[in-house]
């Protein structure tokens, strides 16, 4: 695997299957630039399926035909937006190693907006990375006043293009689910392209449902046929860094990770421990390098705040506090009581009732376990902070 984003998004070849499924966009894209109202393409797949490698070689011929007056995109003004910093940084970057793109082409989705309306302007082509991270609430002190991202987005442009993967929603703010996704396409010609093909896990099928079936809280035997990918159970979290550490020396981007629910011991302290193990949370910084490509970050624990959208070769995952065993059905559940990180269940108008807030809350924390399990293309290992649960895994 390439060791940087860059590289791993700006793909000179494309598979047959990606040729195909470009070509099928593109046409959509061409066929609606010519029509009057506003209208979407829709791409969906799991994480892994190469959306974002999609969305690079769509953008780049975007911007390239932009300028070439034989081009059916001759004379287009595109933006693409993506509201993530970590992965933000990585199409900036990639910018200036492809002539036709620009630094200031790439922009977060509020900021987008905002600017639209200050200038009144208004784009042929605005491509969404991470879809299910735009919000789908107001949040005033981040300046987004209106009731979701996307519907302001289509206002803006002829055609947009947007990712979706309904297994990455992990936040009230950012609450998506397909009935809201089609209240909001309804309006607008529209089409969904599927993305099946997995890129990333270099595992056997079952490999890859084992991982899919934990990311739900089922647990099943450990696949006997592992071929070449190095899956592991660990009763202790300090032994599973030791080797994490190994292979960061022999191959590079290998990283622990973990879901919230570590309780401060100090006020300032922000600290993942567990046995002999004890790091500090991954930190935001300016500096253009992705979080998983800065040597140091060895020394913190990822989150899905810097790892989500990115690979890593081999992944440690700590399942937190939270996540707890159910003997008595064999399946793992949240104790929601011990999700330190709150902002994630903040009140969201498409959640009112009890009952489907509760069910909210369980599944926003599978979805964060969900994008920790499935960073990993060469192996993943495992333990958990919960005595019963670690022991259960143990057991696989």
Request: charged share 25%; glycine share 4%; with cysteine.
């Amino acid at each position: 695997m390439k060791n940087s984003a860059v590289e791993k998004f700006n793909v000179t070849d494309l598979t047959e299957n990606q040729r195909q499924q470009l070509t099928k966009i593109e046409g959509f894209v061409q066929q609606q630039l010519q029509q009057s109202e506003s209208s979407i393409a829709v791409i969906e797949g799991a994480a892994g399926t190469g959306k974002s490698v999609i969305l690079t070689k769509l953008f780049e011929k975007l911007q390239t035909g932009a300028k070439s007056s034989t081009s059916p995109y001759y004379g287009l003004k595109n933006k693409f937006t993506v509201n993530h910093p970590e992965l933000l940084k990585v199409y900036q970057e990639l910018s200036t190693t492809i002539p036709s793109l620009k630094k200031g082409d790439y922009i977060r989705p509020t900021s987008l907006i905002n600017q639209a309306h200050k200038n009144n302007q208004r784009y042929d082509v605005i491509v969404v990375d991470e879809g299910h991270l735009l919000l789908s609430k107001p949040e005033p002190y981040i300046r987004f006043t209106q009731d979701n991202q996307l519907s302001e987005l289509i206002k803006l442009a002829k055609v947009v293009i947007v990712v979706f993967d309904f297994q990455q929603v992990m936040q009230s703010k950012m609450f998506w689910n397909r009935s809201l996704l089609e209240k909001c396409l309804a309006p607008y010609p529209h089409q969904t392209f599927n993305l099946t093909m997995q890129y990333r896990m270099q595992a056997p099928a079952s490999v890859q449902a084992w991982i899919k079936a934990l990311a739900a809280g089922q647990l099943s035997a450990l696949p006997k046929d592992l071929d070449d990918y190095d899956l592991r159970i660990f009763s202790r979290a300090a032994d599973m860094y030791e080797l994490i550490k190994e292979k960061n020396e022999s191959f590079g981007l290998s990283r622990m990770l973990a879901t919230t629910g570590f309780t401060k011991r100090t006020a300032n302290e922000h600290n993942v421990y567990l046995d002999d193990f004890d790091l500090p949370w991954d930190e935001y910084d300016v500096q253009t390098t992705p979080w998983a490509e800065r040597p140091e970050s060895i020394h913190e624990v990822g989150s899905i705040y810097t790892i989500q959208g990115f690979d890593l070769n081999y992944a440690g995952v700590i399942l937190g506090p939270p996540f707890k065993y159910d003997e008595d059905n064999d399946q793992l559940y949240i104790d929601t009581d011990k999700v330190t990180h709150r902002e994630i269940y903040k009140k969201t108008p498409h959640v009112t009732d009890e009952k489907s807030m509760q069910q909210m809350k369980q599944s926003v924390m599978f979805h964060v376990l969900n994008v920790l399990l499935t960073r990993g293309t060469r192996g993943l290992y495992l333990t958990a902070a919960d005595d019963d649960l670690r022991q259960r895994l143990e057991r696989l």
